[in-house]
């Protein structure tokens, strides 16, 4: 197995010192077990902090908020706040289209995103696996490379040609240019690659066309692989912030992450923040709740993505 | 390693492979090659007329003061949000794997920020941050200390490495968890048995045995202080007080779309380019060597 599969829960470990108390040790040290808890539960602690205080901030009415110091327990806000947001308001000194609108873009975005890649992904894998044909390896190659093109190094560029396709302001605009993926077709290409030929074999005989092996035996195969890929290219695409900043101008098209940063326009006090909070937190829970309904496969795609 | 079954189809691999090339194609390599194009020329402002200037481009570039200052803010922030992204999170994974039970429990509980996007941590940071109104200023200023990223250059780093690191503690964490579930417990046990206390253990044994992982974590860490920040920083610093959060990615937007100064940006893109490349090679050497234990 890889050294970096992560097994939970971890594997029995069998100490012949003897294993004592909740935490797993090759011997007693009862100081050091009550260490082990605080330094992770200051830590727990220090992570959500940022999370507790956006949560408080969105419960309260702007005026609370820009009163150092801002309440540290939750206001009787939240429904008004969240309702605010979600159709859109007309005050505050930035924008302040609604939030329904951008989530609804984020969506979209993310799906077409997530879906796009592991399809074109896996029918390139599928091409370069079973098929012989002339520049089979430069084509792999070639996709490898795009690695090295972040969208950050040819943004100018990138731009100009999204612009000429008269992509600007469109979903076609937001997805398209991101659903190359090389991780994702090496992933696949690992995969196949280890996937026995007896099955293509017997496909064969049983007069079986490559799509229909590829539908029927494949695919099924391949399932956690792509149940992993989508929650990390979903949380991806949700978060992508550089694009659509680049090629959206119309609110309607902003998605919510990038919406959020154009509601930042004045200065400290002038911003309604418990409303930008509100907006944060829904821009936050679905790749969170992607992340935590599907914490298994996260982990699998992190690690297996990097490999 | 290649099949020893394949289909014969002389149509269907093209078919099957063109969304893909069509996609890179367009999006990738040709923009990639027009920034190649872009940096050896100079276009006016309308793109009515384009001349060939050699390597004048990157001559000004690097004669160009604030570029270099924003390589070494690059430097500085990319150093710092590594050190104390990976620090942090080895503390934890090493407590972390200590615990048998409820140890899913901080697990969970410490993987969501990988969830949110780098946007949304900037503005979080921002709020709690902000000098008027923020929560921390306003407990720093009880203790006598005034905190200002709108005027004070070094407040201002810290706050995007704040956010910065906050946001990749939980995927450092979920490797060096993983890497320490694969260490041998036969290892620790024996030099428990010669008298070998904690301490000493996870420096001999644990530590170098995860000196794979956290070279890994290097790499990936640089490679989002680089790329993976700009999101950060638009929405904290914006690259201010002045110019002193302005990282190179930040600058190639602001020059490219901001300044429009086109050949400047290009050449700027062609720089990031070989940065990147250089990682991925160093990434890729390094993993065929990962497997060690």
Redesign the interface.
């Known amino acids: 197995m890889?050294?970096?599969?992560?097994?939970?829960?971890?594997?029995g470990?069998?100490?012949?010192?003897g294993?004592t108390g909740?935490?797993?040790?090759?011997?007693r040290?009862p100081a050091?077990?009550v260490?082990?808890?605080l330094?992770?539960i200051l830590?727990?602690l220090i992570?959500?902090?940022?999370?507790y205080?956006?949560v408080v901030?969105s419960t309260h009415t702007a005026q609370a908020?820009?009163q150092?110091?801002?309440p540290?327990v939750p206001g009787d806000q939240m429904l008004q706040n969240y309702m605010a947001v979600l159709v859109g308001t007309d005050a505050g000194a930035g924008s302040a289209a609604p939030v329904g609108r951008m989530m609804f873009v984020s969506l979209v975005s993310a799906l077409t995103i997530a879906l796009g890649k592991i399809?074109?992904?896996l029918?390139?894998a599928?091409?370069?696996?079973?098929?012989?044909?002339p520049f089979?390896n430069f084509?792999f190659w070639?996709?490898f490379v795009?690695?090295?093109?972040?969208v950050?190094?040819?943004?100018?560029?990138?731009?100009?040609?999204?612009s000429d396709l008269g992509m600007l302001n469109s979903y076609a605009g937001l997805t398209?240019?991101l659903?190359?993926s090389a991780t994702a077709?090496f992933l696949f290409r690992q995969f196949f690659?280890t996937v026995p030929?007896e099955l293509?074999?017997a496909a064969?005989i049983d007069g079986a066309?490559?799509?229909r092996?590829f539908w029927d035996v494949l695919l099924p195969l391949s399932r956690t692989s792509i149940a992993a890929l989508f929650v990390i290219q979903f949380?991806y695409g949700?978060?992508q912030?550089?694009w659509p900043?680049?090629v959206t101008t119309q609110e309607n098209m902003y998605p919510v992450?990038?919406g959020?940063?154009r509601m930042?326009a004045g200065?400290?006090?002038a911003n309604d923040?418990n409303l930008?909070?509100a907006t944060?937190m829904l821009?936050?829970l679905p790749?969170?709740f992607?992340?935590?309904l599907m914490?298994k496969w996260?982990?699998k795609g992190?690690?297996e993505t990097?490999? | 390693?290649e099949?020893?079954?394949?289909?014969?189809?002389?149509w269907?691999?093209?078919a099957?492979?063109a969304?893909?090339?069509a996609?890179?194609g367009?999006?990738?390599?040709?923009?990639?090659?027009?920034?190649l194009l872009?940096s050896v020329q100079i276009q006016d402002a309308f793109g009515a007329t384009r001349e060939f200037v050699g390597l004048d481009n990157f001559r000004q570039l690097f004669a160009d003061q604030t570029y270099i200052d924003s390589f070494k803010t690059t430097a500085i922030f990319s150093v710092l949000v590594a050190g104390f992204g990976i620090s942090?999170a080895l503390?934890?994974a090493v407590?972390?794997?200590?615990?048998?039970?409820?140890?899913?429990v901080?697990?969970?509980?410490?993987?969501?920020?990988?969830?949110?996007?780098?946007?949304?941590?900037g503005?979080?940071?921002?709020?709690?941050f902000?000098?008027?109104?923020?929560?921390v200023?306003?407990?720093l200023r009880l203790i006598g200390y005034e905190w200002n990223h709108l005027l004070n250059a070094d407040h201002a780093m810290a706050l995007i490495v704040m956010a910065a690191v906050?946001k990749q503690?939980?995927?450092n964490f979920?490797?060096f968890?993983?890497?320490l579930?694969?260490i041998p417990?036969s290892l620790?046990?024996a030099a428990?048995i010669d008298g070998a206390g904690?301490w000493r253990r996870f420096w001999t044994i644990v530590f170098p045995l995860l000196s794979?992982?956290t070279f890994?974590l290097l790499v990936?860490n640089i490679v989002y202080a680089f790329?993976e920040t700009?999101?950060i920083i638009?929405?904290s610093t914006q690259g201010g007080p002045g110019k002193e959060t302005a990282i190179l990615?930040y600058r190639?937007?602001y020059d490219?779309?901001k300044g429009l100064d086109?050949g400047s940006?290009?050449a700027q893109?062609v720089v990031?380019?070989a940065i990147?490349?250089a990682l991925?090679v160093v990434q890729f050497r390094y993993?065929e060597k990962?497997?060690?234990?």
């Open positions: 890889a050294p970096h599969c992560v097994r939970y829960p971890p594997r470990r069998v100490s012949i010192l294993r909740d935490t797993d040790m090759v011997e040290r050091l077990t260490l082990t808890h330094v992770l830590g727990v992570v959500a902090f940022p999370v205080v956006t901030a908020i820009v150092a110091p801002m540290l399809t074109i992904s029918l390139s599928f091409a370069i696996v079973y098929f012989r044909f089979r084509f070639a996709i795009t690695l090295m093109l972040p950050e190094v040819r943004i100018g560029p990138t731009y100009e040609v999204v398209v240019p659903i190359a077709t690659l030929d293509a074999e064969r066309g490559p799509m092996f949380i949700w978060n912030y550089l900043l680049l992450v990038m959020i940063k930042i200065g400290d006090a923040w930008i909070m944060a821009a936050m790749p969170a992607v992340v935590l914490q996260f982990v992190l690690v990097e490999k | 390693m099949k020893r079954v394949r289909f014969r189809s002389t269907l691999p093209w099957l492979l969304p893909q090339l996609v890179i367009v999006f990738f390599f040709w923009p990639a090659g027009q920034a872009q942090i503390v934890l407590f972390a794997d200590r615990v048998l039970r409820g140890s899913a901080y697990k969970t509980l410490l993987v969501w920020p990988y969830a949110v996007a780098p946007a949304v941590a503005v979080l940071w921002l709020f709690m902000a000098p008027s109104i923020g929560i200023p306003y407990a906050w503690i939980s995927y979920l490797f968890l993983a890497g579930q694969g417990k620790i046990e428990a904690p794979p992982v890994f990936i790329f700009f999101a638009d929405a990615v190639v937007y490219g779309f086109l940006s290009a893109s990031l380019m990147v490349i991925t993993i990962k497997v060690q234990y």
